[in-house]
Nanobody
Framework: QVQLVESGGGLVQVGGSLRVSCATS????????MGWFRQVPGKKREFVAA????????VYADSVKGRFAISRDNTKNTVALQMNNLKPEDTAVYYC????????????????WGQGTQVVVSS
C-alpha cells in the first residue's frame, strides 16, 4: 500500500476549471496504476478516470470524457486530474486510488485510497 494525499479541491463556477492532485509517498509509485473516483452523500462512489503505471493507457467515465484529463509525473510521485467545463453534477468529494493492476483500480477495488478533496461547482 501507499499513502495518498489529495489536494486542489475548492469552489468553482459552472464552466470553470480546476485541477486536483494526489501526492504519494514511497519509491514504488511508478509501479502503481492510479485512479480518481468521486462520491456525493447518499450515492455510491463513482469511477472518474484512471491511468496506467507509465501513463501509456488512460480510461475515463463517459460523463467526463472530453472534459477531464488524468496525468501523472513519476519523478514527483504525483497524479493529477485536470477538470474543464465543470458542471454542477461534478460536485463531489474526489478520491485518489492506487493499485498494481489498472483494471482493479477501474473496478474501485484499489488497495490504497486517499482521504478525498471536496469540489463544488456552483451555478
Amino acid at each position: 500500500q501507499v499513502q495518498l494525499v489529495e489536494s486542489g479541491g475548492g469552489l468553482v463556477q459552472v464552466g470553470g476549471s480546476l485541477r486536483v492532485s494526489c501526492a504519494t509517498s514511497g519509491r514504488t509509485f511508478r509501479t502503481y496504476a492510479m485512479g480518481w473516483f468521486r462520491q456525493v452523500p447518499g450515492k455510491k462512489r463513482e469511477f472518474v478516470a484512471a491511468i496506467s503505471w507509465n501513463g501509456g493507457h488512460t480510461v475515463y467515465a463517459d460523463s467526463v470524457k472530453g472534459r477531464f484529463a488524468i496525468s501523472r509525473d513519476n519523478t514527483k510521485n504525483t497524479v493529477a486530474l485536470q477538470m474543464n467545463n465543470l458542471k454542477p453534477e461534478d460536485t463531489a468529494v474526489y478520491y485518489c486510488a492506487a493499485d498494481f493492476n489498472l483494471p482493479t483500480v477501474v473496478a474501485g477495488q484499489g488497495s490504497s485510497w486517499g482521504q478525498g478533496t471536496q469540489v463544488v461547482v456552483s451555478s
